[in-house]
């Protein structure tokens, strides 16, 4: 019976050690899970963080590009504006030109207006004198062809400084 007893006391020490769970494991398992779960919850926020940063960085780089690309355009926009500037000098310049030829033009057919008169006139003097000079009968034969020579002199001059005025005249209409 002694060794019945043993026997029975040593199998219910068995059974009762190997049927406990050890109390210490329990309790690291559990701070485990919590600092494993704590761990979770923290590289989760730092992922959430890190995907907020790329979007950040994302939406920072969309509005750098969108400014670069509106400051192209001011650019181009100003490039324009100059290039109709210059062009517009550069017509009122042409036209200014123009305007000075036309004027030039005008002046000069005006003084080509006023020699012609001037010689017409000195021309009516000639032959005013040669007439009054014939009809004395101060002239000599030599003095005479003299005289229609200067006469003739003149009057091709005129005519010669009214085909000038005439082209100076087609100018001022091409001009025009």
């Given at each position: 019976?002694?060794?019945?007893?043993?026997?029975?006391?040593?199998?219910?020490?068995?059974?009762?050690?190997?049927?406990?769970?050890?109390?210490?494991?329990?309790?690291?398992?559990?701070?485990?899970?919590?600092?494993?779960?704590?761990?979770?919850?923290?590289e989760k926020a730092r992922?959430?963080?890190?995907?907020?940063?790329?979007?950040?960085?994302?939406?920072?780089?969309?509005?750098?590009?969108?400014?670069?690309?509106?400051?192209?355009?001011?650019?181009?926009?100003?490039?324009?504006?100059?290039?109709?500037?210059?062009?517009?000098?550069?017509?009122?310049?042409?036209?200014?030109?123009?305007?000075?030829?036309?004027?030039?033009?005008?002046?000069?057919?005006?003084?080509?207006?006023?020699?012609?008169?001037?010689?017409?006139?000195?021309?009516?003097?000639?032959?005013?004198?040669?007439?009054?000079?014939?009809?004395?009968?101060?002239?000599?034969?030599?003095?005479?062809?003299?005289?229609?020579?200067?006469?003739?002199?003149?009057?091709?001059?005129?005519?010669?400084?009214?085909?000038?005025?005439?082209?100076?005249?087609?100018?001022?209409?091409?001009?025009?």
């Open positions: 019976m002694k060794t019945k007893l043993l026997l029975f006391g040593a199998l219910l020490a068995c059974q009762i050690t190997f049927s406990q769970e050890p109390v210490v494991t329990d309790t690291i398992s559990r701070e485990q899970l919590i600092l494993k779960e704590e761990q979770i919850k923290a992922i959430e963080a890190d995907k907020q940063r790329e979007e950040a960085l994302k939406q920072a780089e969309k509005s750098r590009k969108e400014a670069e690309k509106a400051q192209k355009k001011a650019e181009k926009e100003a490039d324009k504006i100059e290039k109709e500037r210059k062009k517009m000098e550069k017509e009122l310049k042409k036209a200014e030109k123009e305007k000075k030829k036309l004027d030039k033009a005008i002046d000069n057919s005006n003084r080509i207006k006023d020699k012609i008169n001037d010689n017409k006139k000195d021309l009516e003097k000639d032959k005013e004198k040669f007439a009054k000079l014939q009809r004395k009968g101060k002239l000599s034969p030599e003095d005479e062809i003299k005289w229609r020579e200067k006469i003739l002199k003149q009057e091709n001059k005129i005519l010669e400084q009214q085909m000038d005025l005439e082209k100076a005249q087609q100018k001022i209409k091409k001009l025009k």
